[in-house]
C-alpha cells in the first residue's frame, strides 16, 4: 500500500558532478593542494567531514584520487594530469549542505578550459497518488 509520506520522511539526495576538460598538468597533480581544496569545499559547503583520503596511480594513466567521506555522503575528485582531465562528484543527502558550492570552488581551483556540469535530483519522491490496487 502506497502512503502519503510527510515532509520529514522524504530523503533529499542532491548530485552535482561534471568532467573538467584541458586543466593544468600541474595543479591536477598537486596531491596536497587537491587534499586541500576538497577539504574547503566540504566546509563550504556546510558538510560535515568524517575523513579524507588520497592516492596518487602510476603509469601513463595514472592521476590522483581525493575522496572526502562527509555525514552527507561523499566528496571525490579524480584527475588524469596526461589527458588534462578530471572528474568532480559531489553527493549530498539532506537540506542543509549546499552540493553546488562545493563543485563550484574545486572547478575554481582546476581552471579547466571546458566544463561538463551534471545535476541530479536524487531525492526519494512524495507519492501524493491512490495506491494501486492489483
Sequence with gaps: MNEIKRSDDVIVGKHVYGNAYDCDERVLTAEADLKRVVLEAVRMAGMHLID?????????????????????SH???????????????????????????????ICDYLKPKRLAHHLADRSSTISLSPPVID
Excluded at 81 to 95: F, H, L, M, N, Q
Design 52 to 72: 579524507l583520503k588520497s592516492w596518487r596511480f602510476g603509469g601513463k594513466k595514472g592521476g590522483i584520487s581525493v575522496i572526502a567521506l562527509i555525514c552527507e
Design 75 to 105: 566528496v571525490a575528485v579524480h584527475t588524469w594530469p596526461s589527458y588534462r582531465y578530471a572528474t568532480i562528484d559531489v553527493y549530498t543527502c539532506g537540506e542543509r549542505s549546499d552540493p553546488e558550492v562545493a563543485f563550484k570552488h
